[in-house]
Structures are given as C-alpha cells and as structure tokens.
C-alpha cells in the first residue's frame, strides 16, 4: 500500500471511500465485491467501472484483485499473519537501485 496516506489507509479499512477519485472508489468497491463470499460485482458497479477503464484494464485489474484475495484466502489455511510492514506514521521512503 505504497503512497497512500494513514487517512487513506484507514479510509480502505473503514470502507468509507468518498475521499478518492471516482474512478479510485469504484475500484476499491470493485475489489470488496471480490472479496465477498459468493462474490459479485453488480451490473451496476460494473457499468460505473467501464466509464474509468477500458475491457482490457479491467480484465488485469480484476486479475490482480483476484490474486489478492486467493494469497489472502490461502494463508488463512496455514495461519500466515501480517509481516506489519505497515505502521502508522511510518513515512514510505522508494527503494534506489545502486
């Protein structure tokens, strides 16, 4: 979750996503609906999606949702917790290569 506020961040949490971008809040909705069991992204939902992103960026960026949630799902099964790479406050600082 490189680049994004605490706020932000605490926002995804909370669902609460009025403070992004339209396209950012369909997106993030998009990726709850996945996550949902059964999952379903409503005809609506998608139709709101296809005015931000073409088919073919939302095929990848649905792919990527996808992966996601399945490394979410199957660490579940052998009880992988967080690595807390995430700390509040903790400025995000982009790895340089030599």
């Given at each position: 979750m490189s680049g994004l506020s605490d706020d932000e961040i605490t926002a995804i949490r909370e669902g609460t996503y009025e403070s992004f971008a339209p396209s950012e809040s369909a997106l993030l909705r998009m990726a709850d609906a996945?996550?949902?069991?059964?999952?379903?992204?409503?005809?609506?939902l998608h139709a709101e999606l296809a005015k931000y992103f073409s088919a073919e960026e939302l095929m990848e960026l649905a792919a990527n949702a996808a992966l996601e949630n399945y490394r979410a799902r199957f660490n579940r099964v052998f009880d992988v917790g967080s690595d807390h790479l995430y700390r509040k406050g903790?400025?995000?600082?982009?790895?340089?290569?030599?």
């Open positions: 996945m996550s949902d069991t059964p999952s379903n992204v409503s005809d609506e903790l400025k995000f600082k982009p790895h340089r290569a030599a």
